[in-house]
């Protein structure tokens, strides 16, 4: 009897550690976000893939997102399209469109919410290589909420601000968290797709680069992979250039005032370039160029090509791309192309992300697209009519009921066909005729350089201060257009305003405040 007494504290002690395994076992909690997901698929991930395995303990959410299961570590919850989600805001049930993969960390605490918000807390983990309480720290401080909150039931957190910054998070995360379990698909790596969408604090600058006044296929044509030359070549009727009237054209125009800027060491003229290139597209610096000789590597500057918005609008064609040729003033050399491996850009786009399906934001140049890039508009001149800018309005073409179009006016000398020369403009402007995008304004469309120092114009010369840009600009050289505001035509000087001796020049200044769209139609134009 005396050996069954002692026994008896062994036994119930055995008992007591099997209970305690079992209730630390049973993982009990919710799939949140903005609402609660039910009929998730909802398991212990034991070997860390962001999958729910054959093998591993599994369950699914009730209406309420809530799950139970036995056993205990990290956790992922399948949200399928055939799951729905609860949003306790407006009572609606809402099927799920796009698959979502949501997961949580082993080291978070019990009764934590496995939600959007944690799994970029473990992607920060994954993609990082942080500590739990390093990640935990950077997402809360960011977010501006607690360590905990991070874990929270977002819709029942009780802080305003906390709550509104958890949601807003949240909503953020469901396109990029359906976009990398789309991207893993049924085998590929789901941990990593998460990491690279979702863990975006380890990057601390974007450096965008303009390679101004280039197409991709001018430079990034023959990159391996990306969707260039080759891809083009497929569809070599579609590169073929139309004349004026719409009709094919046998050959490409030449350079028109030839290949070559001034002053390069090697020198290609008009005549070397006129009938030789078949209407496709060419490699200037190819080592047997159809001109013969010389060769033009791609450290000789070539003529400038139009980089305009009127212009970039009649070669685009209304998106048929074919008139390239036709509305240049540099003729076939629109059509050339480089290869690209020679060029330090081309090292650093091996390094780097190249963006071979990017669309500039507007037709025509950089300063356009500059606008576009800070503030997707573009910027207001106001009464250009009536300002010293009065002289580079552009002149366009109008429909059958007096509307503007998108083209601009030609003179009667201008040639009728592009292999007979360049096309002649009435006036290519740098700013938009008024209410040409319907809301009664002057626009900036080309390059405009500020009125105030620092600016492409030179310092007024009666501005002791040296804030002022001189205005208006020195005239333009004798050509057929100007070409910004950098100089200005002749014409302008016919009725100067002289300032008294002392009184910086100050012109009305352009303003971007209101947003307006350039354009509706992505351009790979140079």
Same mark, same amino acid.
């Given at each position: 009897?005396?050996? +069954?007494?002692?026994?008896?504290?062994?036994?119930?002690?055995?008992?007591?550690?099997?209970?305690?395994?079992?209730?630390?076992?049973?993982?009990?909690?919710?799939?949140?976000?903005?609402?609660?997901?039910?009929?998730?698929?909802?398991?212990?991930?034991?070997?860390?893939?962001?999958?729910?395995?054959?093998?591993?303990?599994?369950?699914?959410?009730?209406?309420?997102?809530?799950?139970?299961?036995?056993?205990?570590?990290?956790?992922?919850?399948?949200?399928?399209?055939?799951?729905?989600?609860?949003?306790?805001?407006?009572?609606?049930?809402?099927?799920?469109?796009?698959?979502?993969?949501?997961?949580?960390?082993?080291?978070?605490?019990?009764?934590?919410?496995?939600?959007?918000?944690?799994?970029?807390?473990?992607?920060?983990?994954?993609?990082?290589?942080?500590?739990?309480?390093?990640?935990?720290?950077?997402?809360?401080?960011?977010?501006?909420?607690?360590?905990?909150?991070?874990?929270?039931?977002?819709?029942?957190?009780?802080?305003?601000?906390?709550?509104?910054?958890?949601?807003?998070?949240?909503?953020?995360?469901?396109?990029?968290?359906?976009?990398?379990?789309?991207?893993?698909?049924?085998?590929?790596?789901?941990?990593?797709?998460?990491?690279?969408?979702?863990?975006?604090?380890?990057?601390?600058?974007?450096?965008?680069?303009?390679?101004?006044?280039?197409?991709?296929?001018?430079?990034?044509?023959?990159?391996?992979?990306?969707?260039?030359?080759?891809?083009?070549?497929?569809?070599?009727?579609?590169?073929?250039?139309?004349?004026?009237?719409?009709?094919?054209?046998?050959?490409?125009?030449?350079?028109?005032?030839?290949?070559?800027?001034?002053? *390069?060491?090697?020198?290609?003229?008009?005549?070397?370039?006129?009938?030789?290139?078949?209407?496709?597209?060419?490699?200037?610096?190819?080592?047997?160029?159809?001109?013969?000789?010389?060769?033009?590597?791609?450290?000789?500057?070539?003529?400038?090509?139009?980089?305009?918005?009127?212009?970039?609008?009649?070669?685009?064609?209304?998106?048929?791309?074919?008139?390239?040729?036709?509305?240049?003033?540099?003729?076939?050399?629109?059509?050339?192309?480089?290869?690209?491996?020679?060029?330090?850009?081309?090292?650093?786009?091996?390094?780097?992300?190249?963006?071979?399906?990017?669309? *500039?934001?507007?037709?025509?140049?950089?300063?356009?697209?500059?606008?576009?890039?800070?503030?997707?508009?573009?910027?207001?001149?106001?009464?250009?009519?009536?300002?010293?800018?009065?002289?580079?309005?552009?002149?366009?073409?109008?429909?059958?009921?007096?509307?503007?179009?998108?083209?601009?006016?030609?003179?009667?000398?201008?040639?009728?066909?592009?292999?007979?020369?360049?096309?002649?403009?009435?006036?290519?402007?740098?700013?938009?005729?008024?209410?040409?995008?319907?809301?009664?304004?002057?626009?900036?469309?080309?390059?405009?350089?500020?009125?105030?120092?620092?600016?492409?114009?030179?310092?007024?010369?009666?501005?002791?201060?040296?804030?002022?840009?001189?205005?208006?600009?020195?005239?333009?050289?004798?050509?057929?257009?100007?070409?910004?505001?950098?100089?200005?035509?002749?014409?302008?000087?016919?009725?100067?305003?002289?300032?008294?001796?002392?009184?910086?020049?100050?012109?009305?200044?352009?303003? +971007?405040?209101?947003?307006?769209?350039?354009?509706?139609?992505?351009?790979?134009?140079?």
């Amino acid at each position: 009897m005396s050996t +069954s007494f002692r026994l008896a504290p062994v036994a119930i002690a055995a008992a007591l550690t099997a209970l305690a395994a079992s209730a630390a076992q049973a993982a009990t909690g919710l799939v949140a976000g903005a609402g609660y997901y039910n009929n998730a698929r909802v398991c212990i991930d034991s070997n860390g893939n962001g999958r729910c395995d054959a093998g591993e303990a599994v369950a699914r959410t009730n209406a309420s997102g809530a799950f139970s299961l036995q056993g205990d570590g990290a956790l992922v919850a399948e949200v399928g399209t055939d799951a729905s989600v609860y949003d306790p805001a407006t009572g609606l049930t809402t099927p799920v469109t796009r698959a979502l993969t949501l997961r949580l960390s082993a080291q978070a605490p019990a009764a934590s919410v496995i939600s959007p918000v944690s799994t970029e807390l473990q992607a920060l983990i994954d993609g990082s290589h942080l500590k739990f309480n390093a990640a935990r720290d950077a997402l809360a401080t960011r977010l501006g909420v607690s360590g905990a909150q991070l874990f929270a039931d977002a819709n029942t957190v009780v802080d305003a601000t906390a709550k509104a910054a958890l949601l807003n998070e949240d909503a953020l995360l469901l396109d990029r968290i359906a976009n990398a379990t789309a991207e893993a698909g049924t085998a590929g790596d789901r941990v990593t797709a998460l990491a690279q969408r979702l863990d975006l604090d380890r990057i601390s600058n974007i450096v965008v680069i303009y390679a101004e006044n280039r197409s991709f296929n001018n430079l990034f044509g023959r990159f391996p992979g990306a969707n260039g030359l080759k891809d083009a070549a497929k569809k070599a009727q579609d590169n073929q250039q139309k004349d004026r009237d719409g009709s094919l054209m046998t050959v490409l125009p030449p350079a028109w005032n030839g290949l070559t800027a001034a002053g *390069q060491p090697v020198t290609v003229t008009q005549a070397q370039t006129t009938n030789v290139w078949p209407n496709a597209p060419f490699q200037i610096d190819s080592v047997a160029p159809a001109w013969v000789a010389p060769v033009v590597s791609n450290a000789v500057v070539t003529r400038d090509l139009y980089h305009r918005f009127f212009e970039n609008q009649m070669q685009i064609h209304g998106g048929a791309n074919d008139m390239f040729a036709a509305w240049a003033d540099a003729g076939g050399l629109t059509m050339g192309n480089y290869e690209g491996k020679r060029s330090k850009l081309w090292t650093l786009a091996q390094h780097y992300v190249l963006a071979d399906n990017f669309f *500039q934001g507007a037709f025509g140049g950089s300063f356009l697209n500059h606008q576009y890039l800070v503030c997707a508009c573009a910027p207001e001149y106001p009464n250009a009519d009536t300002s010293a800018a009065k002289p580079t309005i552009a002149q366009l073409q109008k429909d059958a009921n007096g509307n503007f179009v998108p083209a601009l006016a030609l003179n009667t000398s201008s040639p009728a066909s592009a292999l007979s020369g360049p096309p002649s403009y009435v006036l290519s402007g740098n700013i938009a005729p008024k209410n040409y995008f319907g809301d009664g304004t002057f626009r900036a469309v080309n390059t405009m350089q500020p009125p105030y120092q620092p600016s492409g114009n030179a310092p007024a010369a009666d501005d002791g201060t040296a804030k002022y840009a001189n205005w208006p600009p020195p005239p333009c050289p004798s050509r057929p257009r100007p070409t910004s505001a950098t100089c200005w035509p002749p014409r302008a000087w016919t009725t100067p305003t002289t300032p008294a001796a002392g009184t910086p020049r100050r012109p009305t200044a352009p303003t +971007s405040t209101t947003p307006r769209p350039a354009t509706s139609r992505p351009t790979t134009s140079r």
